[in-house]
């Protein structure tokens, strides 16, 4: 019996004969359950100190660190952006963008996953499926803002009144 021999495979980590750069597959970066829980985890923490300009391990603890490796992730969705102080960007600081503010409190849907190549998106391959925050992450509340979303000089942006809930049984329907 003659020996069949198998074609050759080509080589993942192929290099570009010009500049000599690894030239990378693209990858699909899938908007999920993880995804939501950073995410929310960090719209606490810039609630709760009304400055949209963090690191991740200013609310994380040391053994929470690996799960939040994954954060700037985020970015590929439109979810938080790197801040840039004139025009120069800080890559460990985040903030929460605008559309990741309107994701959390369930105002938008985004695409289910983005395909990623060389750190950028590619255009035109996203998933059709648009996700709202209650299909990634069942029975969890939105998050509650009193703001929109911040300006570009930190400010937090269309204040709406907040009124707290009542325990008078006069105030509420019976």
């Known amino acids: 019996m003659p020996l ?23 990858r699909k970066e899938i908007l999920n359950k993880a995804c939501a829980i950073m995410l929310k985890r960090a719209a606490e923490h810039v609630m709760r100190t009304m400055q949209n300009d963090f690191e991740i391990r200013d609310f994380t603890e040391d053994g ?70 209650r299909d990634i992450w069942h029975s969890e509340p939105y998050v509650q803002t009193s703001f929109e979303y911040f300006d570009d000089d930190g400010r937090p942006v269309g204040i709406r009144p907040n009124y707290p809930v009542s325990d008078n049984k006069q105030a509420r329907l019976i």
């Not at 840039?84 to 903030?95: C, I, P, S, T």
């Open 4 to 26: 069949v021999q198998p074609p050759a495979a080509k080589p993942l980590n192929d290099r570009c004969n010009h500049c000599g750069q690894r030239i990378q597959l693209q």
């Open 64 to 133: 929470d660190f690996k799960f939040f490796s994954n954060f700037s992730h985020m970015r590929y969705h439109g979810l938080v952006a790197h801040v840039k102080v004139n025009g120069k960007v800080h890559k460990r600081r985040y903030l929460i963008t605008r559309n990741g503010w309107a994701w959390l409190r369930g105002d938008i849907a985004l695409p289910q996953f983005r395909m990623v190549k060389n750190g950028h998106n590619v255009e035109g391959k996203q998933s059709d499926r648009l996700v709202y925050l």
